[in-house]
């Protein structure tokens, strides 16, 4: 039995030395079907995913809306995991709805259905006290709103951006001009290639860095990450050897929020090479422990011993000279 | 000008300390187009790439057939790499001939003609005092030749098959009596599938592992390379981050004979995990060089220090928690 509720880790007090993230995105409802299961009226969207995250390892304020049908449990979650929700909007009408479907080859998605509604109309505002908060992560939500955040932010030490292949296609200008303003961009191979309209990855990571981040994350899936930084700095994470995935929605945003949330933890002064390297390896636990269940299911029983566990392999499967 | 033709680093002595490699497959003249260049009757073929790359390491002991074409400069580059010829056949005919186009996209590759020439009729006899050489690798040639170099070596202390998708499609019976007879299999990605009908990476391992082989290489181009052992053993090793390269013939060979060569050279006792770890990163740094120039130009070229450096880069690249 999971003593109160399975929540084995203690969340951040608010009050406790590790700075705090700022994280906007959206929450959502989700229906999720995969070759062997269904479930509808999931807890989604990537600040859901990135909040929760993040929250394993700081403090989380948390910018967002849902609508009045969103079930008070999600929130009892959010609460449980310490996230501050001073900034959740509540609307009227629906909560955002997104349904989507894996083939058996779970790297291929087909949205099959989404429903904005009271999303269609989210205007972030940072509620009071957030707009100091030192680590902002900028989830994925279309770049005006990314840029609108950011216009209320005061002094932040180091910005976050997550996007997609929707926003390239239909908001590049925007995009562009957030991109001059971030210290650092995720996205997916995919997306990279779009971005840049170039094959390889690696000269696409660097012409990243010349729209305006610093830093720049190209997740692979199956194969792990890119991580760029300035000169030769460089970094190639593996992913974890999962045999099985049971759902991988929402697995970039987990390691943007665990990303996120270990800087916010751990930087004391400018954030280095070495500590996004460290950043990179804790996303990605994160986001290999949330595609074991559907939705956040894996999030309310995850103990800071199973992310200790799986850090250490990542150190065992990464690392070639090991003293065993 | 590069004093001695250019082989800067000296071959090892046939004598050394190192233990030598058996080396067997296919020695070709090639002609290789890409996008950009075209380069006919190049030195190729799954030997001559294994051979060379483990000549860096170890003795080697060669195992092949050319025709009376084969031109004398390339027998010249084999012996200043200390390679020992005894066992080159040099048969009436022409040398076996291959050629092949690379797309924009250099992962994809279309084979334009074949003629196997005086290969068709290969029987690999192992030379007088190659019976008894403790690491054997067998190039991509097909299986009943693998099986038949077996049938002759004495005592061997590790073997290493490589393999390719035609044996998987046109000997599949005969490659599964060759697994059980192997310690080691190397082949890519869509390899692994094929041979498993397993979509899951992680889970071709393992069902290769079951048909044999202690431990399985699985190459992923651009995406590096993962390591199977016994148990938990697990290894991920991420690809150079190379930004052009310029003709990937040869470069799962080159990786296989770096990794034997490799073992060759450092293995004492038993090979262990440890050892195949740092020897996926030895057959990584040799290929990364070797996709730099045609053919095995760069091969000519390369230093130990050549070699020091990208292995250091590799370090740097993966390992997560590193003194900078």
Request: hydrophobic share 40%; aromatic share 10%; glycine share 8%.
């Amino acid at each position: 039995m999971h003593a109160a509720g399975g929540y084995l880790v203690r969340p951040p007090k608010p009050n406790h030395s590790n700075m705090s993230v700022l994280i906007v995105g959206s929450i959502a409802l989700d229906t999720v079907k995969t070759p062997f299961e269904e479930h509808a009226d999931l807890l989604g969207g990537s600040a859901s995913y990135c909040a929760v995250a993040a929250s394993f390892y700081s403090p989380v304020n948390l910018v967002g809306v849902v609508g009045k049908d969103f079930p008070q449990e999600h929130i009892e979650f959010f609460k449980k995991r310490g996230i501050d929700l001073a900034g959740l909007q509540i609307a009227d009408g629906q909560t955002f709805r997104w349904s989507g479907e894996y083939m058996l080859d779970m790297n291929v998605r087909e949205t099959r259905s989404i429903a904005l509604n009271v999303f269609e109309h989210f205007n972030p505002v940072l509620a009071p006290g957030y707009s100091e908060t030192p680590f902002v992560l900028l989830g994925n939500i279309g770049p005006n709103l990314q840029n609108h955040v950011l216009d209320q932010v005061k002094n932040p030490k180091f910005i976050i951006a997550d996007t997609m292949d929707l926003w390239i296609n239909i908001a590049k200008d925007e995009l562009l001009r957030l991109l001059k303003r971030v210290d650092m961009l995720i996205l997916n191979d995919g997306e990279a290639r779009l971005l840049t309209q170039q094959t390889s990855l690696i000269k696409a990571g660097a012409m990243i860095q010349a729209m305006g981040p610093r830093f720049v994350a190209i997740k692979k899936g199956e194969h792990g990450c890119l991580l760029f930084g300035q000169d030769e700095d460089f970094f190639s994470c593996g992913a974890y050897p999962l045999e099985d995935v049971h759902d991988p929605t929402g697995a970039g945003d987990t390691f943007a929020g665990g990303l996120a949330g270990y800087l916010a933890s751990a930087v004391k002064g400018d954030v280095t090479f070495a500590d996004l390297r460290k950043a990179v390896v804790n996303g990605s636990v994160l986001a290999s422990y949330n595609v074991e269940q559907f939705s956040l299911e894996r999030m309310r029983t995850l103990t800071q011993r199973d992310i200790d566990d799986r850090y250490d392999s990542f150190r065992l499967y990464s690392h070639f000279e090991v003293i065993e």
